[in-house]
């Protein structure tokens, strides 16, 4: 995934905090997994690393997914839409429990459905997430 230049990092359009929303996609299944933000460096150390890295807004940091849980996020494809102000990765979700991407231990991070106007959890929790993180 290495490219020669960083000019494709201008195309990518950056909010006014230098943040562009990201969404991370089963590659085989086409889940959605999660949504997440990139600023240029993560997005930068993506592509140099074949893995998903992701800017952490509540702590104002990068964050290697799969850094505290395991659950790596291998990129196959990188695309951007068609205002340039989102990105869509197309990855594969690795770990000591294969197919968990959310923090709560769960496949997905939609794992809430609106129904009679009340939000109700429809995704299993496969593994306790007191057991994953440190």
Sequence with gaps: MSTASSAWLDRVRWDRDGLVPV?????GSGDVLMFAWMNREALARTVELGQ????SRSRQKLWHKGEESGHFQTVHEIRLDCDQDVVLLKIT???HEPGIACHTGRHSCFYERLEDGEWRAVEPVLKDPGTIYR
Excluded: L, P
Excluded at 23 to 27: D, K, L, R, S
Excluded at 52 to 55: D, G, H, I, P
């Design 23 to 27: 969404i991370a996609q089963e590659q």
């Design 52 to 55: 998903a890295v992701y800017f």
């Design 93 to 95: 979700q690795h770990g």
